[in-house]
């Protein structure tokens, strides 16, 4: 009898381990995701910081014209 609930321990630990892996890799993809989303998001947001470069120089032109 102990040695059958050893391999009920063993089956269950291995299960956890098992579990642990999966989430482990789960949580790897959807971490990976995300920063691949904010590179994205940052690589277009040059685009909108440009319309502050542009309200600057618009503005240069603006302090020239007066």
């Given amino acids: 009898m102990p040695i ?3 391999h009920v321990y063993a089956l269950f630990f ?3 381990l098992l579990f ?3 989430s482990y890799i789960f949580f790897v993809s959807f971490l990976s ?3 691949n989303f904010t590179f994205n998001f940052l690589l ?3 685009p909108y910081s440009s319309p502050h470069s ?3 120089s618009t ?4 302090t020239s014209a007066l």
């Fill in 4 to 6: 059958i609930r050893c």
């Fill in 14 to 16: 291995s299960l956890f």
């Fill in 20 to 22: 642990i892996f999966i």
């Fill in 33 to 35: 995701s995300i920063f």
């Fill in 44 to 46: 277009s947001c040059p």
């Fill in 54 to 56: 542009q309200r600057s």
């Fill in 59 to 62: 503005h240069a032109h603006i």
